[in-house]
């Protein structure tokens, strides 16, 4: 599947080595919003996804609320 960067939650990056990740919280990731990536599933209970693209994060898809 692919998305736009605008339609995910970074959580993490992860580091070019597999090594480790490096915690996105607090960091402004506007230039990623018309990135493509492509989504691959990592936890269906915690609903966190691998987003690959020139460099791969650890992400959720946004929620939209929806209201009847």
Known sequence: MRMTGDNLEF???INRDGKGVTDMTGVDVKYLDGEFFEINPLSLTEK??????????VVKKKE???QV
Not at 48 to 57: D, E, L, Q, R, V
Request: proline content about 0%; aromatic content about 18%.
């Open 11 to 13: 959580i993490s990056q």
């Open 48 to 57: 966190t996804f691998i987003a690959s693209a020139f460099n791969s994060y």
């Open 64 to 66: 939209i609320d929806k």
